[in-house]
């Protein structure tokens, strides 16, 4: 089952450069919540700060209150490590192991985390690539083929499958169909769909589209601030700020 | 617009035909060039060094001086002792530093390792012998495999270490990226994710390390020494085939002469043989279409 993310008075940092502006939001259970907004405007940064993947930028930090259901995110007593595997994430370009098998893509999280069963493993796997709605195409060569050695749109749905094998709570996707056809695009956004029934998803996006058709929840992010946050019918129908509306249109970005 | 796209299909000029033939003309007559040297040392190699090898030479000790006969076995086994022992040293203090260059040597300390090992990689390799010399001989007071190992073993670092560095930096850091974000720690992610993506690379390095101080002569002179005898204790002089070439070749003797030529041989053959081997283990279990 998935849980909550609420984000408290966020900031983060490029060096000197304030980047991301107290945010506050609160993504409930099991939704998809899109994060819109124009190149540049901190959505990336936004959800990379939510698993600290943030921090992993020389030079860059993050401040504020990130809780993950009972998880303090930046809590003291918080080990980075343990947090990012707990909130999955999936990368805007596919990024498989290139030397590893499907198969060894998929395990790779719960191997190199010391995990040893045989049998489990190969159940993880198979409901993994499953969820991902993979498994059909790759059940035949498993262990035979590179995970490289898969298309695109099947690449990014072996990394789908890949975060959700250590059984994350959360699952941030970075414009996770940006470097997708619009096959494989129409695939992954299905795909989202069925996951908010296990996970709770964040999801930035460039295309807006794909935040209506994806999204219960849409913020709008800008220069580094959050603008709006609301159901995504009233994004798109009925923004209440005026450089939501302007955006939503294809006035500016 | 018709106009344009049919004087694009116009046939090319004389002179960018000629142009064109010249360049590949030129890269395929260098690369025949390069080949020439390479293949004449060992057409020659063989011609010289192939009558002296027989049973005797892979199997016997040398004869005393005068006597006809003998081989080189000691001296096969010995090289085989002392380059186990350098690649023992050389392989994982290189990777060892590569890694810290690649992944956490962006700063001052990082530049100087860097700058050391390139220094170190320029050391005539006498000097290190020398160093070798003072290091583990003279502390030991008597000439080892092991010292000659140590020498061998501190030219193969600076090679290992940029190798692994710079395939290191070639993995996209999607890759680092990607495993972080399954909660794989930083130290795991270096050895079991970032250094396995670049390993063909990695090897490649050890490997031309290794070719590279087979062949060393001078900085086993005063530190394996040499020796007449069987010797498989790593801590007495030990004989090993450059040195027995080199002795042999400055020799006044027709038959030391022909066995020396037949030991470069055995040495390129061995060098040959076990960079192959390596290659061929490594490269098995290899998936179709891994990067």
Known sequence: MGVGIEVRGLNAWYGKNLSLKSIDMTMPANHVTAVIGPSGCGKSTFVRCLNRMHETIPEARAEGTVRVGEMDVYGSGADPVEVRRRIGMVFQKPNPFPTMSIYGNVAAGLKLNGFRNRRQMDQLVERSLRLAALWDEVKDHLHKKSGASLSGGQQQRLCIARALAVEPEVLLMDEPASALDPISTSKIEELIFQLKQHYTVVIVTHNMQQAARVAELTGFFLMGSLIEFDKTEKIFTAPADKRTEDYVTGRFG | ?291
């Open chain 2, 1 to 291: 617009m018709l106009r344009a796209s049919q004087s694009t299909l116009r046939p090319l000029s004389l002179r960018r035909r000629l142009a064109n033939h010249g360049a590949t003309f030129f890269a395929l007559a260098t690369s025949i060039l390069v080949l020439v040297p390479l293949i004449a040392i060992f057409v020659y190699l063989v011609i010289k060094g192939v009558g002296a090898i027989n049973w005797d030479f892979l199997t016997k000790t040398p004869k005393p001086v005068g006597e006809a006969g003998g081989g080189m076995a000691n001296a096969i086994v010995g090289s085989g002792i002392i380059l186990l022992i350098s690649s023992l040293i050389g392989i994982p203090l290189g990777i060892g530093s590569g890694i810290y260059l690649a992944e956490y040597g962006r700063n001052r300390f990082g530049d100087l390792v860097r700058f050391t090992a390139d220094v170190l990689n320029g050391v005539p390799s006498i000097v290190i012998g020398i160093a070798a010399y003072s290091l583990v001989v003279v502390p030991q007071r008597h000439f080892s495999a092991l010292s000659g190992g140590v020498a061998l073993g501190i030219m193969m670092i600076p090679t290992v270490a940029r190798a692994t560095e710079e395939m290191l930096l070639m993995v996209p850091n999607a890759v680092r990226e990607a495993a972080f974000g399954l909660g794989i720690s930083k130290w795991r992610t270096t050895l079991s994710i970032t250094l396995r993506t670049a390993s063909a690379g990695v090897i490649t390095g050890c490997m031309l390390a290794f070719a590279r101080v087979a062949g060393e002569t001078a900085p086993l002179l005063f530190t394996a020494f040499g020796n007449q005898f069987w010797n498989l204790n790593p801590n007495q002089p030990t004989a090993a085939l450059p040195l027995q070439i080199f002795v042999y070749a400055i020799s006044p003797f027709e038959e030391w002469h022909r066995q020396a030529w037949a030991g470069a041989l055995i040495l390129i053959l061995m060098i040959v043989g076990s960079v192959a081997a390596v290659r061929i283990t490594t490269s098995r279990g290899r998936l179709k279409g891994a990067a």
